[in-house]
């Protein structure tokens, strides 16, 4: 069904091609590129990046001054833009062109049977085991803005931007190699002027520690210019008479990276990813800088039509928790550095308002202990003894002997003062000050429970001059699951920019290097996720079960990601949760939860506009001081509406 979905969500998949090549071999290399060509066609390839040179070899050297190579480069070029008249992606090919008087080394852009139009190499390398200059003239010497190509006039320019017109969003950028390497690439302006889409047909040989290095630059530049960079390389069958090329191949994203070959592999190679064109107009919409940037010169624009290619699968990584780091060597220090920002923000707090305690209200969930940990290691920021941290249990109607016994015993298991506080009587008091019948579990029976907690802690932080460390977390935050003015509030949220899935990641991470708190944090990890506020059953079992009622957390945390940081609509977010949870959820469970999360977090947006301080710690944060900014009273219909049609399109029944 998400399949049906991705047809209609924009995505333009390209390919970086490493042909086998050989030295002036022209007939045989553009053959091997049009069988690499048609393997993209199968793959459903839009847009297919060929090596810089390709259809001579980069490694001719003076055989670039023979008149017979480049005209069998043209040649070439011709059978390219013959084959692209019954063949739908846009092509890109390198080769050796003569322009007024000059040798050009250009990228063409070749699509439905035409030269759209030809890029030169700005930069040359002259040095070391490059002599570009010895052969090339650099683009930014051209003063004629068209060439002849076998009887057709041909744009040609460092200024020439490829839209297509069916979809203004795909906007594409050429630079050539050592481009890249300059102090202001020429990508930098095309972004700048519209550019979405950055390719680079190159030829940069390896050496040890050079692959790094460029996978950062690739990386870095679709990050500085918000696009998509896709990146490919010459193979080792260019000339080996003093240096190796290995066929380097990478695509990123606005920063991330999506795809990196391996290398210095004897065979070709093809990789491919499908490029969110959605993400990256609203990234540039979103980041204020990119907003100011006016373009340096003046480019001329190439209209093509591109026909997308029809495609029942996304070829690029979609993570189930996006919160969570995928790779588990970077674990620890991403754990660290985490616990690091909580820390170091609560140990500043502290030093600075010259409170004497912290005050936590721990319950032996999730939340409370993340908090607690925080608290901990603030306390070693700032030398303080670990008893500086008072943990105060508060059982209630619905406090489980499990919860309540794992709290102290997670207290003593780090050293912090602890004290319980029965609410069980107050909050009875004050069912009959209010006159709120005591069999009446409704909102006001929970919620009486959890402000006596809060003025508990909030009258103890003032006794013993501390401050109130807040539990709640980010998912919470953004589905308005917290009581207003009690677990909403406190002196300081440490956990505020912190979604559920990650508390948990966290945690598992602390109880795998903590021998004397790890049994007790594995306990806490194994308990159903309650508040306790609904009297437990005979045997003391929890029956209030968070995610029964609002929903699963791991599908909140994913809706959130891609609604705020994404900015991503309605029927591509539920495409992607297809993807990534359609094993564990139906497309109905997975449309119903998402309606849940869209009411509950327009609803809910009054506690967020009256945050109490917090931490951010990574990209999505709803502190109306840091990065949101949402009317409390705004409506969610048309998200609510896309989220009908969507079920209307695959079948569900509301």
């Known amino acids: 069904m998400q399949q049906t979905l991705l047809a209609t969500l924009g995505y333009r998949r390209v390919a970086t091609c490493t042909p086998v090549v050989r030295p002036a071999d022209v007939g045989t290399n553009v053959g091997n590129i049009l069988s690499q060509c048609d393997e993209c066609v199968q793959l459903g390839v839009d847009i297919i990046v060929m090596p810089e040179l390709s259809l001579t070899g980069y ?28 063949n739908a992606p846009v092509v890109i090919v390198g080769l050796p062109l003569q322009v007024a008087g000059r040798l050009m080394n250009v990228a063409a852009v070749v699509h439905a049977g035409a030269i759209c139009g030809l890029v030169p190499k700005t930069f040359l390398p002259t040095g070391q085991e490059y002599y570009d200059t010895r052969w090339f003239a650099s683009g930014r010497d ?39 390497w300059s102090v202001i690439p020429p990508s930098s302006e095309m972004a700048i002027a519209g550019a979405t889409i950055i390719v680079n047909p190159s030829a940069s040989n390896d050496v040890v520690g050079k692959a790094a290095y460029r996978r950062d630059l690739v990386t870095q530049q679709s990050a500085r210019t918000y696009t998509a960079y896709a990146y490919t390389s010459a193979g080792p069958w260019e000339s080996t008479t003093d240096v190796v090329y290995g066929g380097h191949q990478l695509i990123a994203e606005a920063g991330e990276l999506l795809l990196q070959s391996e290398r210095l592999r004897y ?3 093809l990789s491919y990813a499908d490029i969110d064109l959605d993400r990256l107009i609203a990234e540039r919409q979103f980041a204020t800088s990119n907003r100011q940037e006016r373009p340096p010169r003046a480019f001329r624009r190439i209209a093509f039509h591109l026909t997308p290619a029809v495609r029942t699968s996304l070829r690029r990584s979609v993570p189930q928790r996006p919160f969570v780091p995928i790779e588990h060597e970077d674990r620890d220090a991403r754990c660290r550095e985490i616990l690091r920002l909580q820390a170091l923000g609560l140990a500043v707090r502290m030093e600075r308002s010259k409170a004497a ?8 969930g999730l939340d409370s202990t993340l908090a607690l940990l925080v608290c901990i290691d603030a306390c070693a920021l700032l030398g303080r003894p670990a008893s500086d941290v008072l943990t105060i249990t508060m059982p209630g109607f619905g406090t489980t002997p499990r919860t309540r016994t794992n709290a102290e015993l997670l207290s003593g298991a780090l050293g912090t003062t602890f004290q319980t506080v029965d609410i069980t009587q107050a909050v009875k008091q004050h069912f009959d000050d209010i006159g709120h019948d005591h069999s009446t579990h409704d909102v006001v029976f929970e919620n009486a429970q959890a402000r006596e907690r809060t003025q508990i802690l909030m009258d103890v932080a003032n006794k013993v001059n501390g401050l109130v460390i807040g539990t709640g977390d980010l998912s919470e935050l953004a589905l308005g699951w917290c009581t207003y003015n009690a677990d909403h509030m406190s002196m300081y949220a440490v956990n505020a ?13 602390y109880a795998d290097h903590h021998a004397a708190a790890g049994p007790i944090l594995h306990d806490i990890l194994d308990t159903p996720i309650s508040p306790e506020l609904l009297p437990h059953d005979g045997e003391g079992g929890i029956v209030q079960r968070t995610e029964d009622v609002v929903g699963p957390y791991e599908l909140h945390d994913f809706f959130l990601y891609h609604i705020v940081r994404q900015h991503a609509t309605v029927p591509k977010i539920i495409a992607l949760a297809m993807i990534a949870h359609g094993e564990r959820y139906s497309s109905a469970e997975i449309c119903h939860w998402l309606g849940i999360f869209l009411r509950r977090f327009f609803s809910q947006q009054f506690k967020r506009s009256c945050l109490p301080d917090g931490v951010k710690v990574g990209s999505v944060v709803l502190s109306p001081r840091a990065d949101w900014r949402m009317p409390s009273d705004a409506s969610a219909d048309v998200w609510l509406q896309d989220l009908a049609r969507v079920k209307t399109e695959l079948g569900i029944v509301a």
């Not at 305690?357 to 032996?364: D, E, I, Q, Y």
């Not at 920019?497 to 991470?509: A, M, N, S």
């Open 357 to 364: 305690k912290m005050v936590l209200g721990l319950s032996g």
């Open 497 to 509: 920019g912190v979604p559920k899935t990650l508390v948990r990641y966290l945690i598992e991470w």
């Open 267 to 269: 065979e070709p190679t």
């Open 142 to 180: 051209l003063e004629t803005t068209t060439v002849w190509v076998r009887g057709t006039e041909v744009p040609i320019g460092t200024d020439l931007l490829f839209v297509d017109a069916n979809d203004p969003r795909l906007i594409l950028g050429v630079e050539v190699c050592e481009d890249l």
């Open 59 to 86: 490694t001719c050297a003076d055989l670039f001054l023979q008149q017979s190579l480049l005209d069998a480069a043209v040649d070439g070029l011709e059978r390219v833009r013959a084959w692209t008249a019954s």
